[in-house]
């Protein structure tokens, strides 16, 4: 059977329609040179998605390597080969040699802070609470978060997360730290209560305020195009947004892929990044977690001391900006959480989130 290319249209969202305009070009059935579009019944074109490999058809792309990406972001799945296992634990030796427990290096940690100022920046998913299916259950233990108070009672503390301050808040309910939600976007100090037992929130920085009508529209739109793909959930992180797709079959991620890109085509100004089993929507401005760990280092005073060792403990993707920051600087640790090999900027790492406990 000779090869044909079948690309959804990216002219406009798919979703919200009751057909979709697709492409084939490079078929004998066409004589012209000239790409022929068809009006597919939705349901009939996800069958034929679905059905791609089969029958050697390619998806657009674009859509091609982000459902590749997405894979990548999934546990690494388990192989029968014994050679295969062989050469994963070999693997996965020379990692831990590059960058060993952190829990064993322990002792040239804290030789290397000294006489300097510990700055902790932690993590929340992935690092405080493990991963769980369901986002809005993914609570911290009692014992993390006594951990996590013991922490902040001695060195300056914060946690650097995509989640909103809100939601991480009422995760952890520590007020003595400092919160960088929405990937370090929403910037908060610790909070004191008044003596009529209110809470006084000090607000240090935003620098995407002026996106916030516009990450509110789109999470409208993500949640109502998004309903009928069962296990789809859209998250508004205040200044950023996630469509996690953790419990979604992964035969459907093509269609989400699909539905996301063309949604972002009508605003130019968000970006698409990717953590662990979830689509990242965020402002293209230049700020990640580096640029807020950098930010709260000035806030304390450490912006060019020699004498502060800021300690970063994060697992996903978006935590590698922080990392490089550290590398850059010279200055610190990061701490990578992963359970499997990763290319990586931190120095240590650790296995799950009881390690960090």
């Known amino acids: 059977m000779t090869n044909q290319n079948v690309i959804v249209s990216d002219r406009k ?103 300097k100022q510990i700055v902790m920046f932690l993590d929340y998913d992935g690092t405080l609470s493990p991963i769980v299916e369901d986002p809005d259950k993914a609570f911290i233990t009692h014992e993390m978060r006594e951990v996590v108070k ?20 009422s995760f952890v309910q520590v007020n003595e730290i400092y919160y960088a939600g929405s990937h370090g976007m929403d910037i908060e100090g610790p909070t004191n209560e008044n003596s009529n037992g209110q809470s006084n929130e000090r607000v240090l920085f935003q620098p995407a305020r002026e996106f916030l009508p516009m990450i509110e529209k789109v999470v409208n739109i993500l949640e109502e195009k998004t309903k009928w793909i069962p296990g789809a959930m859209v998250e508004n992180n205040k200044f950023c947004l996630s469509v996690h797709f953790r419990r979604v079959d992964e035969k459907r991620w093509p269609a989400l892929a699909e539905v996301v890109k ?80 990763k290319d990586t900027n931190a120095s240590y790492s650790l296995q799950d989130p009881s390690q960090v406990n």
Not at 85 to 108: C, G, H, Q, Y
Not at 150 to 169: L, M, Q
């Open 262 to 341: 063309s949604v972002l085509i009508d605003y130019p100004k968000l970006k698409l990044t990717q953590g662990r089993k979830v689509l990242e929507i965020r402002p293209t401005i230049k700020w990640d977690k580096g640029q807020a760990l950098n930010f709260l280092l000035k806030s304390l005073g450490y912006e060019n001391s020699d004498d502060v060792v800021p300690v970063y403990i994060g697992d996903d993707r978006t935590d590698e900006d922080a990392f490089k920051v550290l590398r850059e600087r010279g200055q610190g640790f990061g701490i990578l959480v992963s359970k499997v090999p």
């Open 13 to 115: 969202p798919i979703l919200g329609l009751k057909t979709i305009t697709v492409s084939v070009s490079n078929s004998p059935l066409f004589s012209n040179s000239f790409p022929t579009y068809f009006n597919f019944p939705r349901r009939k074109l996800l069958k034929l998605l679905e059905a791609a490999d089969k029958n050697n058809l390619v998806v657009a792309p674009k859509i091609t390597s982000m459902i590749d990406s997405m894979r990548d972001s999934s546990p690494t799945r388990l192989r029968s080969s014994s050679y295969d296992s062989v050469s994963d634990n070999d693997d996965k030796t020379s990692w831990i040699v590059r960058f060993p427990s952190a829990l064993n290096m322990f002792d040239e940690i804290v030789n290397a802070a000294k006489g």
């Open 150 to 169: 013991d922490v902040a009672s001695n060195f300056p503390t914060a946690i650097v997360t995509g989640r909103s301050i809100e939601k991480v808040r």
